[in-house]
């Protein structure tokens, strides 16, 4: 949608559509809520919901079809940095890492069906088995090494915490010999961590790297596929929410999985990404520079530019300058243009404070500027306070399971 757009002063044929809707839902609300049923919709009149929609699904899966050649190509640096380990090689691998985080941190907020968690509608847990944040364990990778376990034929359906980015980032960026497993762990009372060589651990972190990066691959192929209409087609199963539609049996229930996937900047950005480091939850310390997300590539500020872009993808549109259909269409369509201008206000603002951090990373930010930091902070949860308050009421969704007595 483009800001510049005149709309309307007053609640369109579309605005009235919507209260109706609103309140057929809430005529019989009670513990087991009934399926909504979809009101008819006037000759000639253009189903805003609808066309939200088809847009993000071709946004989900364009996005998916940007990530796979940068997971082909990170594929192809690591197996090079496997064959032939030279100072040029480990570039190489870790610049394409950054490619591919690059495109996959947009997708972060676009966990919608194959991408989602299996609970949810249509989900098949794609992400979580190419990137798993908050879900980490580096003495897993590390028990790996020792192990060899990544040379396992079973190793693709091995616990998430040893694959994908999360495990691929301490394997390309992370040079010391320290470990992070406890005195209990059985490659510390061995000694088998300690036996290593500096060559040992090396060549095994360039063999564990590559095995992962050909695992991610195949993920991200399997993402375009679900997607694509050669393929799963879940974009057609996305933009034809309705009766009769096996996932999606009406526009809402679709609307209501969109909505779960952008609280992505609630759960993870501003909870996991910033309140933490910053000593706001689960930190005894001043500042918390360890719970950063990206604690060897040193890409916690660039993660969250991604991520800003991918929400405003689907709030405000996938085209040019966040042009063509987004919620806030569907906002000014239910007469709460109001709403939808804040929104993109608060999404301006962080877009803003993140370009104000002067540091190339977060963890040098928290130590020189923890103001900025801060400002950070507040300026996404400036986002998510409209995000759980005004826009789901307008649009009466509900929010993930789990957020309903989250008021900070």
């Keep these: 949608m483009s800001h510049s757009r005149t709309r309307p002063d007053a609640p369109s044929r579309w605005g009235v559509r919507a209260l109706a809707f609103t309140a057929a839902l809430c005529v019989s609300c009670s513990d087991s809520k009934p399926k909504p049923v979809e009101p008819p919709l006037p000759p000639g009149e253009t189903d805003v919901r609808a066309e939200l929609l088809s847009a993000t699904g071709a946004c989900i899966l364009g996005t998916a079809r940007d990530f796979l050649p940068k997971a ?4 192809a640096a690591t197996a090079a940095l496997r064959d032939a380990p030279d100072a040029a090689a480990v570039t190489a691998a870790r610049a394409a890492f950054h490619e591919a985080m690059d495109v996959w941190q947009v997708m972060e907020a676009m966990q919608v069906g194959p991408a989602a968690m299996r609970s949810s509608l249509g989900g098949a847990e794609i992400r979580d088995n190419i990137y798993s944040f908050p879900l980490t364990n580096r003495c897993s990778v590390e028990e790996q090494l020792v192990s060899k376990g990544y040379e396992s034929p079973g190793f693709s359906s091995s616990l998430v915490t040893r694959r994908g980015f999360v495990a691929l980032e301490y394997l390309l960026f992370h040079e010391g010999a320290d470990t992070a497993c406890g005195p209990n762990s059985a490659i510390v009372a061995q000694g088998t961590w300690a036996a290593l060589t500096a060559e040992d651990r090396a060549a095994r972190k360039r063999a564990y790297a590559a095995v992962v990066a050909a695992d991610v691959g195949t993920r991200a192929q399997a993402l375009v596929d679900a997607w694509a209409p050669e393929g799963g087609n879940f974009q057609k199963t996305l933009a034809t929410a309705g009766p009769g539609n096996a996932v999606f049996p009406s526009t809402q229930v679709a609307l209501n999985s969109l909505s779960d996937a952008i609280y992505y900047v609630e759960r993870e950005v501003k909870d996991q990404k910033l309140a933490r480091p910053l000593g706001l939850r689960d930190c005894s310390s001043a500042t918390c520079p360890e719970l950063l997300e990206s604690q060897f590539a040193g890409r916690s500020k660039q993660n969250l530019v991604q991520n800003l872009k991918g929400f405003r993808r689907i709030v405000e549109g996938c085209g040019a300058d966040y042009s063509g259909p ?24 962080a877009e803003a404070a993140l370009a104000a951090v002067e540091e190339a ?13 801060q400002r950070l902070y507040d300026d996404f949860k400036g986002i998510t306070d409209v995000l759980k308050t005004d826009f789901i009421t307008t649009l009466d969704l509900e929010p993930p399971a789990g957020l309903e007595g989250d008021n900070d």
């Design 72 to 75: 082909t190509a990170l594929q």
């Design 326 to 349: 987004g919620f806030d269409d569907v906002l000014v369509a239910a007469g709460a243009e109001a709403v939808a201008t804040r929104m993109h206000e608060q999404m301006v603002e």
């Design 361 to 373: 990373d977060l963890r040098q930010a928290l130590v020189d500027d923890k103001a900025s930091v």
